[in-house]
């Protein structure tokens, strides 16, 4: 699948660099032998179209990589009016995407501090253990690093944690750490194939827990 972004990286000794894309959560590895046109020289703010795939659980690769246009093998000037009707606009659409998700955030506040009093209630009536207090702010923290090393090895090209192993980790009870890091790092945040199945191991740990509380563990309606 096609895919165009903007050139953000590039180590010329080393003939590789990274391509910065709205439609792909990590910056983009890419290799000088990727270019369709091997005489060309890449330059950062390159604007380029190419083909993400993902090898060996590394993060994601371009190839098939092409210039959007002739003039771009060349450095254009920031202030050039050409790129300023395109990729500034869309960079600069970020902090508005963020100002647009601000309702989602306030709601994600209110469900942690609701999940709060809920565990707070559950251990001060004996319906939970003590551990729980530390346990689930551990698991958070563990999430919240498993999203930042991920993060970075899409970054650096290196090997990178399995979405399994961190919606397993959301599951377990470090969703709140999880969802911390999607706002925070801005790290699996727009892949809403990833969402879905986070938001699902959030429902089904929310639920365990009141099934637990409430009834497994009896609630008494009467006195």
């Known amino acids: 699948m096609k895919r165009q972004g903007r050139l953000v990286r590039w180590e010329a000794d080393r ?29 950062v703010g390159m604007e380029l179209s190419f083909e993400e795939i993902h090898v060996g659980g590394k993060g994601p690769r371009a190839v ?14 920031k202030h050039t009016p050409i790129n300023s009707h395109r990729r500034p606009v869309s960079r600069r659409s970020n902090p508005r995407r963020s100002s647009a998700s601000e309702p989602s955030a306030s709601w994600g506040l209110l469900f942690l501090l609701a999940y709060g009093v809920l565990l707070g209630a559950a251990v001060w009536s004996g319906r939970l253990p003590l551990l729980v207090l530390g346990v689930v702010p551990g698991l ?3 999430a ?7 993060k970075n090895a899409a970054q650096t090209g290196r090997w990178r944690t399995k979405e399994s192993t961190l919606h397993l980790l959301a599951l377990a009870g470090g969703w709140p750490g999880a969802w911390a890091a ?15 199945v986070y938001r699902a191991t959030v ?3 929310c639920a365990a827990v009141l099934a637990w509380v409430f009834w497994l563990r009896g609630i008494p309606v009467l006195d």
Do not use: C, N
Request: zero cysteines; charged letters at 20%; glycine letters at 4%.
């Open 140 to 142: 958070s923290l563990l």
């Open 182 to 196: 999607q706002r925070l790092l801005r790290h699996k945040s727009s892949k809403q194939s990833f969402l879905i």
């Open 15 to 43: 003939g590789f660099g990274f391509i910065r894309s709205p439609e792909v959560s990590a910056d983009v590895f890419v290799h000088l032998r990727d270019f369709s046109d091997r005489q060309a020289k890449p330059q």
């Open 203 to 205: 429902v089904l740990h």
């Open 64 to 77: 098939a990589v092409q210039a959007v246009s002739a003039g771009a093998s060349r450095p254009v000037p």
């Open 144 to 150: 919240f690093f498993a999203y930042a090393f991920d």
